[in-house]
């Protein structure tokens, strides 16, 4: 705060030092969503808007979907989760080893949801190394960076008795699919022993999302469901982008107008800019949102029509 602000506003000065202190941090996460991109806009979304702080143990609460308790409400005897999180520090990025740590909080949110129906099996020690390769080569998973240093790791696979499923590869970009994914893995997983019983709401689809669904996996009776997922999701990542950089631009004028107001602006001014920034993130969290369900959705519909088909 400038020294023509303290004199004017007197007693106010340490509110709105510590107003001043928000509005910078604020402007610092902002810009690291940006400079990760899409991957780090979507962390943010995560991290502000989906979950609340444990003030005890400074960790992120994850907040399942209804449909994801309803199957897990519906369990009526153990599923295993295995997750592999074996990463170099040396090879694989800090944010993928954070997103990482934000898997292992959803699995542990499973597991505390699932009231004891939930397994995990974790393979995130280097002294694992050989139970995790064979477990990993059970599940079809294959290590990689095996040229830049250690051997690596990372996946997710759910068993139940003799059926077991392997979630498609994990990356931060599409991180708001996970849920979807892992659940509908335990709900086919389980179907199998119980093939009538249903384990979550399988309304229809809606008609708009089956036409996007024929319109982006034309020949979707004779694809595999992997690359009709692969197709969608592909279509999906197209519109993040383009919300990201509509978000940039969008970022780079509020940003602009807050340093104004912070340098010679009225508290009122900054008040006013940060709130418009604030609106800005607002805004397209919701709209990074909407794109991921909507993916959901399609997805949902493609298996859907492909069971239908046959």
Not at 69 to 90: M, Q, W
Not at 125 to 137: E, F, L, P, Q
Request: hydrophobic share 45%; with cysteine; proline share 3%.
């Amino acid at each position: 705060m400038r020294q023509s602000s303290v004199n004017l506003f007197g007693a106010a000065t340490m509110s709105q030092r510590r107003e001043q202190a928000n509005i910078r941090m604020f402007v610092l996460v902002l810009v690291f969503c940006l400079i990760g991109g899409v991957m780090g806009v979507v962390w943010f979304y995560r991290a502000t808007q989906r979950g609340a702080t444990d003030g005890a143990g400074g960790q992120q609460l994850i907040a399942l979907s209804d449909s994801t308790r309803s199957v897990l409400k519906r369990l009526d005897s153990p599923v295993e989760i295995r997750f592999y999180a074996l990463l170099d520090p040396a090879s694989v990025s800090a944010s993928v080893q954070a997103f990482a740590g934000r898997v292992d909080q959803l699995l542990s949110e499973y597991q505390r949801a699932a009231e004891g129906k939930i397994g995990v099996t974790r393979y995130n020690s280097r002294s694992d190394i050989k139970a995790a390769a064979v477990a990993a080569a059970a599940d079809g998973f294959k290590p990689f960076n095996l040229d830049k240093g250690d051997t690596c790791y990372f996946g997710l696979a759910v068993a139940q008795d003799e059926q077991k499923e392997s979630l498609p590869p994990l990356s931060p970009e599409w991180e708001q699919a996970i849920e979807f994914d892992l659940t509908r893995a335990i709900e086919r997983v389980a179907r199998a022993k119980h093939p009538t019983q249903s384990f979550a709401n399988n309304s229809p689809a809606a008609p708009a999302v089956v036409e996007e669904v024929k319109h982006t996996v034309a020949n979707f009776a004779s694809v595999s469901m992997e690359e009709g997922t692969r197709l969608l999701r592909a279509a999906a990542m197209k519109d993040f982008k383009t919300a990201a950089a509509a978000m940039e631009i969008q970022f780079k004028e509020a940003q602009q107008r807050l340093s104004q107001a912070q340098n010679g602006g009225s508290a009122a001014e900054q008040q006013d800019a940060m709130k418009h920034l604030q609106q800005i993130q607002s805004e397209h969290a919701e709209a990074f949102k909407q794109i991921a369900a909507r993916s959901s959705a399609q997805i949902e519909a493609l298996r859907q029509l492909k069971e239908a088909a046959h």
